[in-house]
């Protein structure tokens, strides 16, 4: 099983970009896809992006495509999720997962679980 520790996390205003990063360990990286999942203060924790073990798959939330980008190294057993364009609506603590399975979009898929950074847009 993978361990994952998620970081980058902080305070930015509407409109700017941050770069969160979930480093993970273990010698097998580059077989689990990882996805980013986000949770805001009395929500459900929902689907952001995914990428699979290569690389060279990715799926994005209908809410944030055209403004976040994931993308992995897996010399670096690293996966980031570019943000760009933030608004308020994107805080959230924001969750690194990693799974055996392609690219799935429910929680319920991954199984193993970062501890999670904050994320905060200001208005």
């Known amino acids: 099983q993978v361990q994952l520790v998620e970081s980058g996390g902080g305070l930015v205003q509407a409109g700017d970009s941050l770069r969160v990063s979930c480093a993970a360990s273990g010698r097998t990286f580059s077989s689990y896809a990882i996805g980013w999942f986000r949770q805001a203060p009395g929500k459900e924790r929902e689907f952001v992006a995914a990428i699979s073990g290569s690389g060279i798959t990715t799926y994005y939330a209908d809410s944030v495509k055209g403004r976040f980008t994931i993308s992995r190294d897996n010399a670096k057993n690293t996966v980031y999720l570019q943000m760009n364009s933030l608004k308020p609506e994107d805080t959230a603590v924001y969750y690194c997962?990693?799974?055996?399975?392609?690219?799935?979009?429910?929680?319920?898929?991954?199984?193993?679980w970062g501890q999670g950074t904050q994320v905060t847009v200001s208005s």
């Open positions: 997962a990693a799974t055996t399975i392609f690219l799935p979009t429910m929680s319920g898929q991954y199984n193993s």
